[in-house]
């Protein structure tokens, strides 16, 4: 159903909520009860000379009535490398929470702690994890999750000889310190 077409359903809930029947708001609005009926089902097109007395006595605006054009809702955001690691974005830039799927290469060791603002969340959706949280290194595999204060020293790589995935979520503060820098 487009945007117009869905101006007479939205007007016939509106009346209905507020309690008014046909006759009631077509003659605060100065037109025939039968006016008002076709612009409710569709069969007579709507115009502003129609609509502004309508909405005035529903208390709504003329925007109430049109829904807006829903963005497409793909994300089309492309993935990038930095330090052997491959994040890519699953989330819009202007998402309150950043959402990525990062990949983390092999690694023997854990790379040095870090501490910064923030706030993550991660899940692991394939290989093994190391999670080191200031003094405790955790390991967590397939379906494991872990949350933590950023400001808490903390690393995370794969752990053994294959990559790990994960889905990542960061507030603002984390995001900024894990994704925005120069790729590699």
Same mark, same amino acid.
């Given at each position: 159903?487009?945007?117009?077409?869905?101006?007479?359903?939205?007007?016939?809930?509106?009346?209905?909520?507020?309690?008014?029947?046909? $006759?009631?708001?077509?003659?605060?609005?100065?037109? #025939?009860? #039968?006016?008002?009926?076709?612009?409710?089902?569709?069969?007579?097109?709507?115009?502003?000379?129609?609509?502004?007395?309508?909405?005035?006595?529903?208390?709504?605006?003329?925007?109430?009535? +049109?829904?807006?054009?829903?963005?497409?809702?793909?994300?089309?955001?492309?993935?990038?490398?930095? %330090?052997? %690691?491959?994040?890519?974005?699953?989330?819009?830039?202007?998402?309150?929470?950043?959402?990525?799927?990062?990949?983390?290469?092999? #690694? $023997?060791?854990?790379?040095?702690?870090?501490?910064?603002?923030?706030?993550?969340?991660?899940?692991?959706?394939?290989?093994?994890?190391?999670?080191?949280?200031? $003094?405790?290194?955790?390991?967590?595999?397939?379906?494991?999750?872990?949350?933590? $204060?950023?400001?808490?020293? %903390?690393?995370?790589?794969? +752990?053994?000889?294959?990559?790990?995935?994960?889905?990542?979520?960061?507030?603002?503060?984390?995001?900024?310190? %894990?994704?925005?820098?120069?790729?590699?």
């Amino acid at each position: 159903m487009t945007g117009l077409e869905q101006i007479g359903p939205r007007l016939r809930a509106a009346r209905q909520d507020r309690g008014l029947t046909l $006759d009631e708001l077509a003659g605060r609005a100065g037109m #025939s009860t #039968s006016t008002l009926s076709r612009l409710e089902s569709g069969k007579r097109q709507a115009s502003l000379e129609l609509l502004v007395p309508l909405t005035r006595h529903l208390g709504i605006r003329i925007d109430d009535l +049109v829904p807006a054009e829903q963005p497409d809702p793909r994300v089309r955001r492309p993935a990038t490398t930095r %330090h052997g %690691h491959v994040i890519a974005p699953l989330t819009r830039e202007s998402s309150p929470v950043q959402t990525y799927k990062v990949t983390y290469p092999p #690694s $023997d060791a854990a790379p040095a702690p870090r501490i910064h603002d923030g706030f993550e969340w991660f899940y692991v959706l394939s290989g093994r994890v190391r999670l080191v949280l200031d $003094d405790r290194e955790l390991v967590l595999g397939r379906g494991e999750a872990a949350e933590f $204060d950023t400001r808490i020293p %903390h690393s995370i790589s794969a +752990v053994g000889a294959r990559p790990a995935e994960v889905i990542s979520i960061f507030n603002a503060a984390g995001e900024r310190m %894990h994704t925005l820098t120069a790729p590699d």
